[in-house]
């Protein structure tokens, strides 16, 4: 089946450290992507996107990189502060006829940045 | 003030009882979505709507139902709750969009069935 995963479970770095945090996907037929980040009593807040015609997106120190081929992609933050500390899902909008989008889920990364 | 809302934030009851979340948007969206989170899962779906009194089922819809009578609701009922429903429910809302698109989501509710 279809199926988002993350690598691993947690993350600890250092404040100022840069963090990178990996996702794999089955479905080589997706083509959009999306990044979330859970802070703890919150829901998931959208971080950043990518479609399938673009390796590689930059947002304000985030960078997602996008390897088709192997069908990874993963979020880098740059300068890792403690505010960035969160769980980390990466999505996959399910398209199908008609429009709808159905998020598929990774289990999450758990990043725990450290002063 | 939040675009997506959810009612109640917190609720514990008993195996057995009905219980309803609600959940209201100012967003002006069509699309809106009920996920169940537990831990050290993602979020998995349970219904989604496109539209007013449009009903579709998700990954795990046994044991939920939910309806949408009103572009800015759409709740989800436990007919009879059982303790492995006990999770963080989320609500979600989106643009129609062919190419996909963010979901905005609400503040959680948690759901304790003893």
């Known amino acids: 089946g279809e199926s988002v995963g993350l690598h691993l479970p947690t993350l600890s770095v250092q404040e100022g450290d840069n963090s990178i945090i990996n996702c794999a996907y089955s479905?080589?037929?997706?083509?959009?992507f999306i990044w979330y980040k859970q802070e703890s009593g919150k829901g998931p807040q959208f971080i950043i996107d990518?479609?399938?015609?673009?390796d590689k997106r930059q947002g304000q120190r985030v960078t997602v990189l996008l390897n088709k081929t192997v069908k990874h992609l993963s979020l880098q933050i740059a300068a890792t502060q403690p505010g960035d500390s969160a769980v980390y899902f990466c999505?996959?909008?399910?398209?199908?006829?008609?429009?709808?989008?159905?998020?598929?889920f990774g289990a999450g990364t758990r990043l725990a940045v450290h002063p | 003030d939040a675009d997506v809302t959810q009612t109640p934030r917190n609720r514990i009851t008993k195996t057995g009882k009905r219980i309803m979340l609600e959940c209201s948007q100012t967003?002006?969206?069509?699309?809106m979505y009920w996920y169940r989170q537990d831990p050290g899962l993602g979020l998995r779906l349970i219904y989604y709507?496109?539209?007013?009194?449009?009903?579709n089922k998700g990954e795990i819809s046994d044991g939920y139902s939910v309806s949408r009578q009103a572009q800015a609701k759409f709740s989800l009922s436990l007919e009879s709750a059982i303790p492995n429903q006990t999770a963080l429910y989320f609500c979600?809302?989106?643009?129609?969009?062919?190419?996909?698109?963010?979901?905005?989501f609400g503040p959680g509710t948690r759901l304790t069935v003893l």
């Open positions: 979600a809302t989106s643009e129609k969009n062919l190419q996909g698109n963010e979901q905005f």
């Open positions: 479905n080589s037929a997706s083509d959009y």
């Open positions: 990518i479609r399938s015609n673009m």
């Open positions: 999505a996959d909008p399910q398209l199908r006829a008609g429009g709808y989008n159905k998020l598929i």
């Open positions: 967003k002006g969206h069509d699309r």
């Open positions: 709507s496109f539209d007013v009194k449009d009903i």
